[in-house]
Structure formats: structure tokens, C-alpha cells
């Protein structure tokens, strides 16, 4: 039933929260530590031990799918309701943070893609890997 | 008759945003094809029309929570309050599985984290030069920087202004519509020709829009590489920012 994706989806998140809060206490802060991505490890566990018993039906996905199809425009609602004439005054911060992090991305991809092609490269000279079946 | 309306708009707030919201992605959508040919995601542009809309509510009753403080569009608070976000946010972890991480390889796990940190410190440089002192701040900003969902996430966690995690969306925002846009034209720049270059790229940049749109305006044959690695960024974000790096900052700035 699309209902057990959907409270699936609740438990992770609550416990995700519950975990987030008991850690901000334990630590001594006023905060939520991590609960969101809490949650989601959770669900990426669960759905991957359910799928491998063959245990996730069709209607349970559905009930998943539903709300992560509904994560833009939630995204949205949220970007409807911030402080943006206060944060216009702040502008040039988000304009010149936004801007410099892609630039400064672009500029680590061909290091790093270059660690990525010795570890390829030496990884296809054991002969397992060459008897592993294309996927 | 008016009065009616009204009334019905205020006894269905929820209902009325799923409405609202819908128009505006139809909008947006639309005004991506028509004018950018689709090399602005409309999910991006959806997001700036939600600012833009925020800004005018703000505006009109000079309070802080934008859209949402003019009366009937009170919903909007509720469709994009903390509990939906979180929950619609957990469930975009569906779909993720640790054996395709696997398949990324070390390359690609590296310049996840890297990503991760590397685009956080920019975020926090930028906001310590802007004058924000304080580690909530500093930390909400640093998480825009990440992506705009790790930046509201923290700020809410942390319990940031609503000015400053409005200014974390935007930043967000401005790194995932740049990298749509500019992705194409610096491809040949930086290697950005075969499917390990685009598994790193998708982890350094981790914006699922950006990434995804830039690599299909490059070469569509890319972007199921970069969207395996983009998909786990948001994820880690939400899961070090407000804990690990939170705590780092905290231990810097009192």
C-alpha cells in the first residue's frame, strides 16, 4: 500500500529528528545535529535491504516516489516565505559566494579527475576486475 | 462573493499553496523553454519567482516571513515549513544506494568530500569578508554554499535568521544556475570529456539541477555520471554541516 512507503518515509524522518536532538543535547548545543541526513542514511539502508529481500512492492514505492517528486516545490513554498527584503540588503554576499564556489569547482576537476584515472588505470590490470561482467 | 473567496482561501491555506506553487512551477517551466531553451532548469527558475514572490509579501506588510505573512497565502507556510521540507528532503534519498557509490570508485568518493568541504570554507571566507561573525551565521552560509537545501536545513538546525537563510538559498541558487549555464562552455577547459571527469565534477559541484543540466548541455552521455555522484551531495551536506562543521566553526567563532 502507497501508505507503507509514505510512513516508512515518516520513521526515518522522525527518528532521523529524534537522533538530530538527542545529539545537540548530549553535546551541549541548541541544535538539531544532523537529523535531516540522519534520515536519510536511514532510508538508504532500509530501501537497499528491502529491495535485496525483494520486499519493496510497486504501491510502497509509489508512496516514496510521491514525495520526493514533491521536493521542488516544496523548495519553493520555503523560498516563498524567507526574509528576502532583508536579505536583499545582504545580496552581494550570496551573488559573489554562489559565483566564486563554481569557479573554484571548475578548477578542481581536472586534478581530481586525474587521481580518478590512476586508480582506473591500475585497478584494470588485475585480473579480476577484467572478469567482472560489464554492467 | 469576495468575502467568500477569501474565506475559503483561509480555511484551505494547504491547499490553496499546493495551487499556488503548482502555477508557479507551470510558469517557470514554461518560461524555461520558451526563453532559455531549457539551459536554465525551470526548477531553478521556480525557486527565484519563490524569492521574487517572498520579496513582494515582504514588502507589502514589512514582515519576515514573506509570502506567507499576507493573510490568505498563510498555507505557503505550512507547504514549505520545516516538517514538509525535512520530510520531502529525507525522501529524496529514495533512489540512492551505497552499491552505486561503489561504482563511482575512489575518485569519485574523494571529490565528494572534497566537494563537500571545499565549497563550505569558500562560503564561510566570503561570508567572514562580508563582516557575519557569528558561527550560526557563518555555518548557514558556508551550508548555501554547499547547495540550497543544505543551507536552510543548517539554518534551521542551528537556528539562523530567516534573512541570513534566505541568503544561503540564494547563494545556492546562483552556484546551481551557473553551473547549468557555464558548464557547457568550460567543458573542453577542464576535461570535462568522459565519464570519470563527470563523476568528479558531479561531486564537486553536487548541485542535482546544476550538475544534471550543465553535463546534458555538454553531452547527455555524461549526466547519468555526475548524477550519481550529485545525488549523495546533499545528503552528506545535511548530514556534516550541521554537526561536524558546525562544531569546528564553533570552536573558531564563539
Given at each position: 500500500?502507497?501508505i507503507?512507503g509514505?510512513?516508512?518515509?515518516?520513521?526515518?524522518?522522525?527518528?532521523?529528528?529524534?537522533?538530530?536532538?538527542?545529539?545537540?543535547?548530549?553535546?551541549?548545543?541548541?541544535?538539531?545535529?544532523?537529523?535531516?541526513?540522519?534520515?536519510?542514511?536511514?532510508?538508504?539502508?532500509?530501501?537497499?535491504a528491502?529491495?535485496?529481500?525483494?520486499?519493496?512492492?510497486?504501491?510502497?514505492?509509489?508512496?516514496?516516489?510521491?514525495?520526493?517528486s514533491?521536493?521542488i516545490?516544496?523548495?519553493?513554498?520555503?523560498?516563498?516565505?524567507?526574509?528576502?527584503?532583508?536579505?536583499?540588503?545582504?545580496?552581494?554576499?550570496?551573488?559573489?559566494?554562489?559565483?566564486?564556489?563554481?569557479?573554484?569547482?571548475?578548477?578542481?576537476?581536472?586534478?581530481?579527475?586525474?587521481?580518478?584515472?590512476?586508480?582506473?588505470?591500475?585497478?584494470?590490470?588485475?585480473?579480476e576486475?577484467r572478469?567482472?561482467?560489464?554492467? | 462573493?469576495?468575502d467568500?473567496?477569501?474565506?475559503?482561501?483561509?480555511?484551505?491555506?494547504?491547499?490553496?499553496?499546493?495551487?499556488?506553487?503548482?502555477?508557479?512551477m507551470?510558469?517557470?517551466?514554461?518560461?524555461?523553454?520558451?526563453?532559455?531553451?531549457?539551459?536554465?532548469?525551470?526548477?531553478?527558475?521556480?525557486?527565484?519567482?519563490?524569492?521574487?514572490?517572498?520579496?513582494?509579501?515582504?514588502?507589502?506588510?514589512?514582515?519576515?516571513?514573506?509570502?506567507?505573512?499576507?493573510?490568505?497565502?498563510?498555507?505557503?507556510?505550512?507547504?514549505?515549513?520545516?516538517?514538509?521540507?525535512?520530510?520531502?528532503?529525507?525522501?529524496?534519498?529514495?533512489?540512492?544506494?551505497?552499491?552505486?557509490?561503489?561504482?563511482?570508485?575512489?575518485?569519485?568518493?574523494?571529490?565528494?568530500?572534497?566537494?563537500?568541504?571545499?565549497?563550505?570554507?569558500?562560503?564561510?571566507?566570503?561570508?567572514?569578508?562580508?563582516?557575519?561573525?557569528?558561527?550560526?551565521?557563518?555555518?548557514t552560509?558556508?551550508?548555501?554554499?554547499?547547495?540550497?537545501?543544505?543551507?536552510?536545513?543548517?539554518?534551521?538546525?542551528?537556528?539562523?535568521?530567516?534573512?541570513?537563510?534566505?541568503?544561503?538559498?540564494?547563494?545556492?541558487?546562483?552556484?546551481s544556475?551557473?553551473?547549468?549555464?557555464?558548464?557547457?562552455?568550460?567543458?573542453?577547459?577542464?576535461?570535462?570529456?568522459?565519464?570519470?571527469?563527470a563523476?568528479?565534477?558531479?561531486?564537486?559541484?553536487?548541485?542535482?539541477?546544476?550538475?544534471?543540466?550543465?553535463?546534458?548541455?555538454?553531452d547527455?552521455?555524461?549526466?547519468?555520471?555526475?548524477?550519481?555522484?550529485?545525488?549523495?551531495?546533499?545528503?552528506?551536506?545535511?548530514?556534516?554541516?550541521?554537526?561536524?562543521?558546525?562544531?569546528?566553526?564553533?570552536?573558531f567563532?564563539?
Amino acid at each position: 500500500m502507497v501508505i507503507y512507503g509514505v510512513a516508512l518515509l515518516a520513521i526515518c524522518t522522525l527518528v532521523g529528528a529524534f537522533v538530530g536532538d538527542m545529539l545537540g543535547i548530549v553535546l551541549g548545543v541548541e541544535s538539531n545535529v544532523g537529523g535531516v541526513g540522519v534520515g536519510m542514511l536511514m532510508l538508504v539502508l532500509i530501501v537497499d535491504a528491502l529491495k535485496k529481500r525483494g520486499r519493496l512492492e510497486l504501491k510502497t514505492r509509489e508512496g516514496l516516489n510521491f514525495w520526493s517528486s514533491m521536493y521542488i516545490p516544496i523548495v519553493v513554498a520555503m523560498s516563498a516565505q524567507q526574509n528576502v527584503v532583508a536579505a536583499v540588503k545582504g545580496g552581494p554576499v550570496a551573488l559573489i559566494a554562489g559565483a566564486g564556489v563554481v569557479a573554484v569547482s571548475f578548477l578542481l576537476v581536472p586534478i581530481l579527475s586525474k587521481i580518478g584515472q590512476k586508480q582506473r588505470s591500475t585497478e584494470q590490470v588485475t585480473p579480476e576486475y577484467r572478469e567482472e561482467p560489464v554492467r | 462573493m469576495m468575502d467568500t473567496l477569501v474565506s475559503v482561501f483561509k480555511n484551505n491555506g494547504l491547499v490553496l499553496s499546493f495551487a499556488l506553487i503548482g502555477v508557479i512551477m507551470y510558469v517557470s517551466y514554461f518560461l524555461s523553454d520558451k526563453l532559455t531553451r531549457g539551459r536554465v532548469h525551470g526548477s531553478a527558475i521556480a525557486i527565484i519567482l519563490g524569492l521574487f514572490v517572498a520579496y513582494l509579501g515582504g514588502i507589502n506588510t514589512g514582515g519576515e516571513k514573506g509570502l506567507s505573512d499576507i493573510g490568505i497565502f498563510a498555507g505557503i507556510g505550512i507547504m514549505g515549513g520545516g516538517m514538509l521540507r525535512d520530510f520531502a528532503i529525507v525522501s529524496t534519498a529514495f533512489g540512492a544506494s551505497f552499491d552505486e557509490i561503489k561504482k563511482a570508485g575512489v575518485g569519485g568518493v574523494i571529490s565528494l568530500f572534497l566537494g563537500v568541504i571545499v565549497s563550505f570554507v569558500f562560503g564561510v571566507i566570503i561570508a567572514l569578508a562580508f563582516g557575519y561573525t557569528d558561527a550560526v551565521s557563518l555555518t548557514t552560509i558556508g551550508a548555501g554554499t554547499v547547495t540550497y537545501i543544505v543551507g536552510p536545513v543548517t539554518g534551521s538546525a542551528i537556528g539562523a535568521s530567516s534573512e541570513v537563510i534566505a541568503l544561503s538559498i540564494a547563494a545556492g541558487l546562483v552556484k546551481s544556475v551557473l553551473t547549468m549555464t557555464f558548464t557547457p562552455f568550460v567543458a573542453k577547459y577542464i576535461g570535462l570529456n568522459n565519464p570519470q571527469s563527470a563523476l568528479v565534477f558531479g561531486g564537486l559541484l553536487g548541485t542535482t539541477s546544476g550538475v544534471t543540466g550543465g553535463l546534458a548541455a555538454t553531452d547527455p552521455k555524461l549526466v547519468p555520471y555526475g548524477a550519481l555522484t550529485a545525488t549523495f551531495y546533499t545528503g552528506l551536506g545535511c548530514l556534516l554541516v550541521p554537526s561536524l562543521f558546525f562544531f569546528v566553526m564553533k570552536a573558531f567563532f564563539a
